[in-house]
């Protein structure tokens, strides 16, 4: 969905390769959690199904991490990976829409352990305006851009109807955001300068059917 | 994740050509229910992000859809598809997990609206052991893998925590299950002939980090 290659700093990565280094992340921290202080590209291929060259080449676009023959330091990969995926500092997110969906994210305490803090809700149903959820007071949709300019977040998570994702990623652009997480079934249309990553289980089920014998 | 290539029905389809194809029927039941009969590669590219070659192309993998200068018959266009992901019968989905994450989507009507029933559900916790969520009862672990097999349930939904992601894929893999969606942050060891995809949002956000000015 988004262009295949990005430039940032002056320097050409394949969207494909930083789509990689979450999941190399995930891996590092999976190891360090189990003990383990030194891991090879052989090692996280056989964790992630990627072969080891592929991981040796997606690192190198970044730099030098390891020495030939002793491997990765593994603390030491997850603090440079973090820092260029800019996981060293906190975010703010925006969390629009707090339906079934919405309250299920709301709580999923893996976004603040894992540096993004919801510290903003919307819904427009006067009825969940006002509410409560983890200390974060449900605002409406008309407060939207004010307030998400106010505080400067950059990341807004979407889960409100098909209906009105649109209209909401909008206003999400004009208060600042970069960077949207939909959860709407639907293509948004958002200029260049904004990222989004879409998660749609119906997309991901269809695409195994393919595969599945009846 | 998954291998880039497969192979079905002595058919070769890149697997980024299968990913899309749900896409494109989301589209294309957009434009009916605009009421729209008609379209074309470009409008589906214009809707999509993607080129309108691209689009011809990539259906042209699984037969001749439209006419040149008449553009596709909506209707028709997704019925094929439909048939060509699977989609023209109704699947069983087990649901494993029904913490926060797994009672959304327990309670997500778009699963059945698209064919996938959910159909037996499971949690480890005595608690929830029993319960009854939109008519399904809540079943143990130790009765996954009969009950699956009995049921002939080869799609499941994985809900559970990281630390017993792993072994719960085990089960559901000898139950006969043949598609996973993995709600779980890890990359589950399958053999080949299962499928997984994953979900994980953190990873999605962790990736738009990387472009986001701090």
Not at 1 to 7: E, G, K, R, W
Not at 10 to 18: C, F, L, N
Request: charged share 20%; hydrophobic share 45%; proline share 4%.
């Amino acid at each position: 969905m988004a262009d295949s290659i990005s430039m940032k700093n002056g320097k050409i990565v394949p969207d494909i390769v930083v789509s990689r280094l979450p999941l190399y992340l995930r891996s590092l921290a999976r190891l360090q959690e189990e003990g383990k202080e030194v891991t090879s590209s052989q090692e996280l291929a056989t964790r992630l199904g990627f072969s080891s060259a592929q991981i040796r080449k997606d690192l190198s676009h970044f730099g030098e991490f390891g020495k030939q023959g002793t491997g990765y330091n593994i603390a030491f990969l997850r603090e440079q990976l973090k820092a260029i995926l800019n996981l060293d500092i906190e975010w703010q997110v925006a969390l629009v829409g707090v339906g079934d969906l919405g309250h299920a994210l709301a709580h999923y305490g893996r976004f603040s352990q894992k540096g993004f803090r919801i510290t903003a809700l919307f819904d427009n149903d006067p009825a969940k305006i006002g509410m409560e959820i983890n200390g974060v007071v449900v605002q409406s949709h008309d407060e939207m851009v004010e307030s998400i300019k106010k505080a400067g977040i950059r990341i807004a998570i979407l889960a409100v109807p098909v209906k009105v994702a649109q209209e909401t990623a909008d206003k999400l652009v004009k208060a600042g955001v970069r960077a949207i997480l939909n959860y709407a079934p639907i293509t948004l249309s958002v200029p260049p300068e904004v990222k989004v990553q879409n998660i749609d289980p119906i997309a991901h089920l269809q695409k195994m059917t393919y595969y599945c014998q009846r």
